[in-house]
RNA sequence: GGCGCUAUGGUGUAAUUGGUUAACACGCCGCCCUCUCAAGGCGGAGAGUACGGGUUCGAUCCCCGUUAGCGCUACCA
């Protein structure tokens, strides 16, 4: 028999870690069985769901490198696809369950019922469905539902316990005294979760059922719909929580949680994907935690899964990118920052120039980044160059303390106005002559040299910054790369103003 | 409140499934490299396995309690 998982998201906005991972978790699963891998839409919830939010769903999954087999967008042998669209197909199904006296209309007012809940629930007690409509006679049912009364479709729930194998938790045991007979059919018509996905699964003929801890209670209940109907349930395997830093559920006020807002960081897909599978599960001692999906799923195992929730580590996160981004080729990464470049306002249509430029820019400040939105930052903060302002810095009024540093900025603005000077391929040259007319070197040289060319204490090396400086000048950007003349003059002129006219 | 799940350094995971100086990775600290910050290389600190009881010659591992976190307890998913 083929193996088939499925993943069933609600399409209510961007895929979060937590669905990340368990996209991850069955898609390697399935492939690593060879299996097949549907993707299913859960949107009976009509006050959440948009249809909209499903092409988020799409793009997020694509954008991780994942694909399936089945679903709305691709069809398939047991389609539909979205829950909106088998309403009917859940009525008939439940009515089929109380025609074999498994299930029953249930006429008894939500508020009334709920009412009764809070006082049990004041008290102590574990509210159950009284059983009111259980009884009621075939035909004294039939009556109210012609006369329109509002209705629910209710299960039987039978007493006993209720066994199942868990594939990451192991055997697990429910009693069903806790359980109330549930709802299956909505007043409104519309199924609820626990029914949907049991009548989804099984028609699907879904074999593992791959989700997240969260249902694990939940697994009982549907059980029991299983039996009702008689069909055999699936395996289960359920994944643990992810957590924040602060060992709460990971939500918003974590900072970035959903594959969007990683993606407009700049974080690589491979990485993500790589570091979200270490979430649970690590490879053997010894073996690098750098792989790809290839070669996590080729060892992949859910019994190895681990059982307890694990903290979402952002560190290591950023590690793994870091690793992935020095494995990317330059022309990717290049069409990668552009965008990101655009967004800061530096740069408006590109050119092949411009994208020398970015590559150089790349180049220059990669080492020095967890994601590629702080080379846009980095690009930003030091190809902007106010002197007056960056006079000021303490930094720089530190540095120039220094004697002989101000000698250096000096000789520096005199070297580089020499008429004919190719700044770039004689940049030695001129570091040498600054050298030999000032009789410094070492930290003493370059420190000064820094930050009159860059208003900072640190950043790439020289030689990187230097064309950097003098390629953007000649560029057409949509703000002003000052090349180096201007940089060191500049900010010798304003720190003599600065000397004369402390303010 | 009831029911359930979980518990190994700061974080993610190992520990041949009762016998190890409790391992690896991220992070942290230090050193080397270096104009600086990173990157890279090298080294170090950090847990006696949530707590308390058992069982056993011996418990990270088995059992029981406690605590904490999380989930379910809906006509949300």
Sequence with gaps: MTIRVRFAPSPTGHLHMGNARTALFNWLFARKQKGTFVLRIEDTDVSRS?????????????????DWDEGPDRGGAFGPYRQSERIELYR?????????????????AEAELEAQASVARAAGLTWRYPGTCRELTRDAAETRLRKKEPSVIRLKVRPGAIHFRDLVHGATEFNSDVISDLVLIRTTGLPTYNYAVVVDDALMEITHVIRGDDHLS?????????EAFNWAPPQFAHLSTILGSDHSRLSK????????????????????????ALLGWAPPEGESEIRTNEEISRNFDLEKVSKSPAVFDLGK??????????????????????????????????????????????????PRVDHLSQIADMTDSI??????????????LEALAVPGATEVVRELGFQLSQPDKKVVHEWKKIVAAVKANTG??????????RLALTGTASGPELDKLVPLFEEGSQLSLLKKVKDCRERVCGFAEAWDSAQTSPR
Excluded at 50 to 66: N, P, V
Excluded at 92 to 108: G, I, P, R, W
Excluded at 259 to 264: A, H, R, T
């Design 50 to 66: 948009e249809a909209r939010f499903e092409d988020l769903i799409y793009q997020d999954l694509k954008w991780m490198g994942m």
């Design 92 to 108: 008939q199904k439940a009515l089929e369950l109380v025609d074999s006296d498994k299930a029953f209309h249930c006429f008894c």
């Design 218 to 226: 939940n697994t009982p209940k549907q059980i029991l719909v299983y």
């Design 253 to 276: 006020r974590h900072g970035a949680t959903s594959v969007q807002n990683f993606q407009e960081m700049g974080i690589l897909p491979e990485a993500l994907m790589n570091y979200i």
């Design 317 to 366: 996160l950023f590690w793994i990118n870091r690793h992935y981004l020095k494995e990317c080729p330059a022309g990717q990464l290049v069409s990668l920052v552009i965008p990101l470049l655009q967004q800061t306002g530096w740069i408006g249509q590109v050119d092949a120039m411009v994208e020398g430029w970015i590559d150089r820019l790349i180049e220059a400040f990669l």
């Design 383 to 396: 190809c902007s160059f106010d002197p007056d302002e960056v006079v000021r810095r303490v930094e720089v």
């Design 440 to 449: 410094q070197k070492g930290k003493n040289l370059f420190h000064p040299i």
